[in-house]
């Protein structure tokens, strides 16, 4: 039977009526005022983070605000292969749940499975727009969404989503070691254990985020009389970068790309004096240890994307290019931020 158009009114009225019921209405109940589970013991808590390193490390705020907020709370935690190891040693996780992207629908499904085997009594969603409505939780935060966001650092807007549960504070980044990890980079730079380390970053995610080799040399020059060895850190494919610096530096060098994993480089990070490199995950993982750290960008948002924390600095060129930042210019930045490091 055909509809006059005088019906059509109805009809649209009725959809969106549907639409707020099914979609809005679960996730503005969820973030009602006064709604927060209690603190007591037994609690569950399922907190949803992102994939890339650095994006990862830019959830931990908000994670460790759950945890400050409800210390007795097991926390199980969903997270990504390539940075699943950032939350291996966090003493106060219950289970680390694996969702690679690369497994699609049915990793999907799986994961769904998974986790509607457990009633939680809140879940924190910082990655999908989705999973809350597969989960069983009494209560549910999404992300902000990203116009919500857009005058937020990353760390705040993640954070942000707590903000229901009257939490208005954004704790800085920070990374769990066991003494495994530890006890590596004491073996590893025993041979430098009271030398002043500067560490560096020289690879990146892609080349278009690469500062040049000549550029790092020219920046040790110029800081060799507050260092006495250079650390250099990444992965294996930044093998060729770290033998061309190491060949001219005029400083001794210790280079370790390639040769540990994301908590044994954070463990070596605490030993440096200063970090400085591109925009990777090592610029984050080093802030969140504490050291020091000075990020050079060309292209990016470091507004949005920097890592978070009163100890990180940052710098990006006028032109958008990693050449249209000079040496000098980061150098005589890291004097005024970091007086002790002298000319």
Known sequence: MLLSMKHLPYLLLTSAALLFVRHWLPILQARLPGRAPATERGQRILFVSLSNIGDAVLTTPCLEALHRRYPTAVI????????????????????RIVLDKKTGWRGRLALIRRLRQQRYDLAVDLRSDWLLYCIRARHKLAKLSSRAGRELHSAEKHAAALRPLGMTTTPETRLWLAPAHRQYAERKLAAWAEWRILALGPGANFAGKIWPVEYYLALVKQLADSFDGVLLLGSQQDAEL???????????????????????????????GLFVGNDSGLGHIASAVGTPTMTVFGPGFPARYRPWGPSAGWLQSQDGSMRGLTPDEVVHYIRHKWPWVRP
């Open 76 to 95: 199980d935690v969903v997270v990504d292969p390539r940075s699943q190891a950032i939350f291996a040693a966090c003493p106060y996780l219950g289970q």
């Open 242 to 272: 770290a033998a061309l610096f190491t060949r001219d530096c005029p400083l001794p060098v210790i280079n370790a790309c390639g040769e540990c994993d994301l908590l044994g480089t954070a463990a070596l990070l605490e030993h440096a």
